[in-house]
């Protein structure tokens, strides 16, 4: 219990990125051609036109190993007050938000990509204090 307590801000943070991304990834696996449709349209007239479902399932996997990190991290820290897992998801997290920061600036989608540098900051805060 002292390991939830004394943690309980990553803790928090982790079941941020596990929510994020774990229903990121869902709703990609549920409605993939929904999100293939739209994405393609999304960038129709930049260089990835072409490249997009191959960049959807590397952002799929991406996002899916990311947030399965956030619930293992969750749990070595209750358990074994490890941050190891934690860590490696805000980094796994940083990476895809990353990815997706680029892409709607190349779509010059700058709304879509000011709303991404909201789900950046609490990430950036969790890599740092589970670093």
């Known amino acids: 219990m002292d390991n939830l307590l004394n943690n309980i801000t990553q803790i928090i943070l982790l079941a941020f990125l596990a929510i994020t991304f774990l229903q990121s990834g869902l709703d990609k696996a549920l409605d993939w051609n929904g999100n293939i449709t739209w994405l393609k349209a999304h960038f129709s007239k930049t260089f990835m036109a ?7 399932a590397i952002i799929f996997v991406l996002e899916t190993i990311a947030g399965v990190l956030a619930i293992i991290g969750i749990y070595t820290i209750i358990v074994d007050n490890t941050t190891v897992f934690g860590y490696y998801s ?27 540098v909201i789900y950046f900051i609490p990430t950036i805060i969790a890599l740092y204090l589970l670093k």
């Open 90 to 116: 805000s980094i796994l997290s940083a990476i895809v938000l990353l990815l997706l920061l680029f892409g709607q600036r190349v779509a010059k989608d700058y709304d879509g990509a000011r709303t991404i």
């Open 50 to 56: 072409n490249m997009v479902p191959l960049n959807v």
